[in-house]
């Protein structure tokens, strides 16, 4: 659907409108998968409202094995490419945990011996495709991203990263207990039905549900340092 030069209507203000996923063009010779809305306004015409980039709607799909194969694919790419500058790389989020619906974007965490070392990545990462989105210095975090709409994100950080920990840490807790993944896909699709063109609220509604899983992932008495990193085979 072209929609250049539509009127712009607020889908959340209609009744009977009906939500669709298509290929929309937002700008000249640019092309993006896009959520849109069609029908009947108040003259009666048809118009469509461009609500958001696909990157910013919460569309959840089904597990697939093939989650598991494109991280694989992808980490030999990184690997060949970033050879020794790093020690580990980590398939994390909701697409590196089986049965459990997630958006299809593959989360990466690379761990790499010096933080300062990102500028050397950085050169590697942009011919792999991927785009620096800048730093999060306070959970000392490089973020890049791939695809349009994005397919690969990627985040750079040091051994000790204690988001990487607690990442890694929610992840095998939920694969290690299946009632537990069950509760939290169920929760995904109710926040995904509520907050569908809101990314920002949906991601803010599982954050207690995470927390509560983490502290149950720890045992008491220690510390919060997840499990050890697994080294790359060399």
């Given at each position: 659907?072209?929609?250049?030069?539509?009127?712009?209507?607020?889908?959340?203000?209609?009744?009977?409108?009906?939500?669709?996923?298509?290929?929309?063009?937002?700008?000249?010779?640019?092309?993006?998968?896009?959520?849109?809305?069609?029908?009947?306004?108040?003259?009666?015409?048809?118009?469509?409202?461009?609500?958001?980039?696909?990157?910013?709607?919460?569309?959840?799909?089904?597990?697939?094995?093939?989650?598991?194969?494109?991280?694989?694919?992808?980490?030999?790419?990184?690997?060949?490419?970033?050879?020794?500058?790093?020690?580990?790389?980590?398939?994390?989020?909701?697409?590196?945990?089986?049965?459990?619906?997630?958006?299809?974007?593959?989360?990466?965490?690379?761990?790499?011996?010096?933080?300062?070392?990102?500028?050397?990545?950085?050169?590697?990462?942009?011919?792999?495709?991927?785009?620096?989105?800048g730093e999060n210095h306070q959970l000392r975090q490089h973020h890049f991203v791939k695809?349009?709409?994005?397919?690969?994100?990627?985040?750079?950080v040091e051994p000790e990263n204690k988001e990487l920990a607690a990442r890694i840490r929610?992840?095998?807790?939920?694969?290690?207990?299946?009632?537990?993944?069950?509760?939290?896909?169920?929760?995904?699709?109710?926040?995904?039905?509520?907050?569908?063109?809101?990314?920002?609220?949906?991601?803010?509604?599982?954050?207690?549900?995470?927390?509560?899983?983490?502290?149950?992932?720890?045992?008491?008495?220690?510390?919060?340092?997840?499990?050890?990193?697994?080294?790359?085979?060399?």
């Amino acid at each position: 659907a072209d929609v250049r030069g539509t009127r712009q209507v607020d889908a959340q203000s209609r009744t009977g409108w009906r939500v669709l996923w298509g290929t929309c063009y937002m700008f000249p010779r640019r092309q993006t998968k896009c959520l849109y809305a069609v029908g009947s306004g108040d003259n009666g015409a048809v118009a469509v409202s461009v609500n958001r980039p696909a990157d910013e709607v919460v569309r959840l799909h089904p597990y697939t094995p093939a989650w598991r194969w494109r991280f694989l694919l992808e980490r030999i790419r990184l690997c060949l490419s970033l050879r020794d500058q790093v020690l580990a790389i980590e398939h994390v989020g909701s697409t590196a945990i089986p049965d459990l619906p997630a958006k299809p974007i593959i989360d990466i965490v690379i761990v790499v011996a010096e933080f300062e070392r990102m500028p050397r990545c950085l050169r590697a990462l942009e011919q792999l495709g991927y785009k620096y989105k800048g730093e999060n210095h306070q959970l000392r975090q490089h973020h890049f991203v791939k695809g349009l709409p994005t397919t690969f994100t990627l985040y750079l950080v040091e051994p000790e990263n204690k988001e990487l920990a607690a990442r890694i840490r929610f992840r095998d807790y939920l694969i290690e207990h299946p009632e537990t993944a069950q509760a939290y896909a169920d929760l995904k699709a109710r926040l995904a039905e509520q907050h569908a063109m809101d990314l920002k609220a949906y991601q803010d509604g599982k954050a207690g549900f995470v927390q509560q899983a983490l502290e149950m992932a720890t045992p008491r008495g220690t510390a919060d340092q997840g499990r050890p990193i697994q080294p790359l085979a060399r």
